[in-house]
């Protein structure tokens, strides 16, 4: 069995910084594709961050510049750095990755994490 454990939300001041975390655990044989989406309520679940195997990245028109998306093979952990936040970057944030197991190949959600940017 394949979790995604997120962590990293919270409240923080439009201007400030996070930095999300993103675990993979279970039986996996690679992880090829990780990426970060976002939510709110009432909206489509938006694309933040793309990162490949190869460590290439790929972002959304906003995320571009204040957002860095990186990844510990190592550690099979998923990072989302993001800073100068705006109130408009409010969401729940949620990582996806896909990985290879002994079945083979499937796409794994994680169970979110809030971001709220306020004064």
């Known amino acids: 069995q394949v979790r995604l454990m997120e962590s990293g939300g919270g409240l923080v001041q439009p201007g400030g910084s996070l930095n999300l975390s993103c675990t993979v655990s279970?039986?996996?044989?690679?992880?090829?594709?990780l990426t970060w989406h976002r939510q709110v309520p009432g909206k489509e679940r938006d694309l933040v961050a793309t990162i490949t195997s190869s460590g290439e990245t790929n972002y959304a028109t906003f995320a571009r510049g204040r957002f860095t998306i990186s990844r510990d093979t190592a550690k099979n952990t998923l990072y989302l750095q993001m800073d100068n936040l705006r109130p408009a970057d409010t969401a729940v944030y949620y990582c996806?990755?896909?990985?290879?197991?002994?079945?083979?190949?499937?796409?794994?959600w994680g169970q979110g994490t809030q971001v709220t940017v306020s004064s």
């Open positions: 279970g039986n996996i044989e690679d992880i090829n594709r």
């Open positions: 996806r990755a896909w990985v290879v197991v002994t079945t083979g190949a499937y796409d794994y």
